[in-house]
């Protein structure tokens, strides 16, 4: 914490400008050193000064120097940013320069990391950081900012207080049993609080479903027996020809992926190997790849024929796809049909044919419906936005219940509310009150250099 880093913050490459940051204690004067303009330890803070950056007595490039000085910066350091000339050989020469003059290649996530252990943001909004950069949807978009000014914190920090304030209560019934003006804290505000948090929580779960997917797309799966349509299904909701289509059985033998931006999330759709049975090694693999790929779908589009009655195989993969996420989509409508709707009853079905483009749009209607992407367009919700908060959201309700039960058994206060302190233990780790340095690490081992 006490080196001055320094990173590239652009991509690196041919453009208009780079911009070289540097951050620490250092910082102004080490820059300062090797730039021939205003004495920059002179200037005030937030200031942009015009000159050239020099080694020795070479001009290296002509450049804007940026002058943030601590605290009011996204570090709280003192922080320089350089806007050079975009080619890759002037960038990385001012780099080798600030190097040479006693700053320290920055780690990935380090300037960020420094705004977390700097008090200047927490765990989430770190997070949300790189949620930002790489938001592949106005959706996405929206979550990060909203988690960047901190939504989710301020949730967090509200159920969080309810809890110490009930920590605090019973502490002080404990330690001083002889005053009387003091809220006597009973089994039952106990039991009302627990049960208030464990609502929360559930909805923060149930919720943490439409985070992911707007973070990371929905995974969308097309199954279904060979020749039924599903490459043609593909191409047309990607509207390209990215799957080859014929009336040969077994075309697709591998799963071919493509992915469109869908009312506000990303679409992310594989179209698998027609599943049956086959003596064809790759064919085989190819089917067995995509009954695996089935677990792990948001959703699975099951592609039947209108013109055939179902075999023995549909009915198979009826009974084998889980119906909550599963759109059955009775295909060739142009198509003399012979499906019994009956057979459906229990599924969303919707009827498509691939002639056209808009030939798939009932299946596009029926995916906004499943999803009430409509609602999530224009709903400004907290949610959760990654594995890490979601599991430590899940053992924190786990703790409360376990509080609840407690309560149910009649154990004495402060046993029961061991549990509620690591509840409040638990939501503190997801916005960095309580963290440890591998957890650190971890995280900002996948921030990009620079950020």
């Excluded at 003192?78 to 700053?103: K, M, W, Y």
């Excluded at 498509?352 to 400004?380: A, C, H, M, R």
Aim: glycine share 6%.
């Amino acid at each position: 914490m006490k080196d001055t880093i320094v990173a590239i913050s652009t991509a690196l490459g041919v453009g208009a400008i780079s911009i070289v940051r540097v951050s620490g204690e250092e910082a102004i004067k080490i820059v300062n050193n090797i730039f021939t303009g205003k004495d920059l330890e002179k200037v005030d803070s937030h200031t942009i000064h015009y000159g050239f950056i020099k080694e020795k007595d070479e001009l290296i490039d002509e450049v804007l120097v940026t002058v943030m000085k601590a605290p009011k910066t996204f570090t709280t350091e003192d922080i320089v940013e350089i806007n050079c000339h975009g080619g890759i050989n002037s960038t990385n020469r001012i780099l080798e320069t600030l190097l040479t003059n006693g700053a320290r290649l920055a780690e990935a996530g380090e300037f960020t990391k420094r705004a977390f252990l700097n008090g200047r943001i927490d765990l989430t909004q770190a997070e949300a950081v790189m949620d930002l950069i790489e938001s592949k949807s106005d959706c996405a978009r929206r979550q990060a900012l909203g988690q960047l000014n901190g939504s989710v914190s301020n949730h967090i920090e509200n159920l969080r207080a309810k809890i110490k304030d009930v920590l605090a209560s019973i502490e002080v019934n404990i330690d001083y049993p002889e005053y009387y003006d003091i809220e006597v804290v009973t089994i039952d505000k106990i039991n009302k609080v627990s049960e208030e948090l464990l609502i929360e929580l559930e909805k923060l779960i149930k919720e943490s479903r439409n985070g992911e997917m707007i973070k990371e797309g929905i995974k969308t799966v097309i199954i279904g027996r060979p020749n039924v349509g599903k490459s043609s299904i593909l191409n047309n909701l990607l509207e390209e020809e990215k799957a080859i289509v014929t009336d040969i059985e077994g075309t697709t033998r591998d799963i071919v992926e493509g992915s469109i931006h869908f009312e506000g999330v990303h679409l992310n759709i594989i179209d698998t190997a027609g599943i049956r049975k086959t003596e064809d090694i790759i064919e085989k693999i190819g089917v067995e790849k995509s009954l695996s790929l089935m677990s792990d779908a948001n959703l699975i589009l099951l592609v039947l024929n209108s013109g055939e009655e179902l075999t023995e195989q549909d009915r198979t993969l009826l009974e084998k796809i889980d119906k909550e996420k599963t759109i059955v989509v009775l295909n060739k409508n142009d198509l003399a049909p012979k499906l019994n709707l009956e057979d459906f009853k229990d599924y969303q079905v919707v009827s498509t044919n691939t002639k056209d483009l808009t030939g798939v749009s009932p299946l596009k209607e029926k995916i906004k419906e499943l999803f009430q992407l409509e609602k999530l367009e224009n709903t400004d919700s907290t949610y959760l936005s990654n594995a890490r908060q979601i599991a430590l959201v899940k053992e924190a309700k786990k703790s409360v219940e376990e509080c609840l039960a407690g309560i149910r058994n009649d154990l004495p206060i402060d046993m029961v509310t061991i549990d509620l302190k690591h509840a409040f233990d638990l939501l503190g780790e997801i916005i960095g009150k309580e963290y440890s340095e591998e957890i650190m690490d971890h995280l900002f081992a996948n921030f990009c250099v620079g950020k």
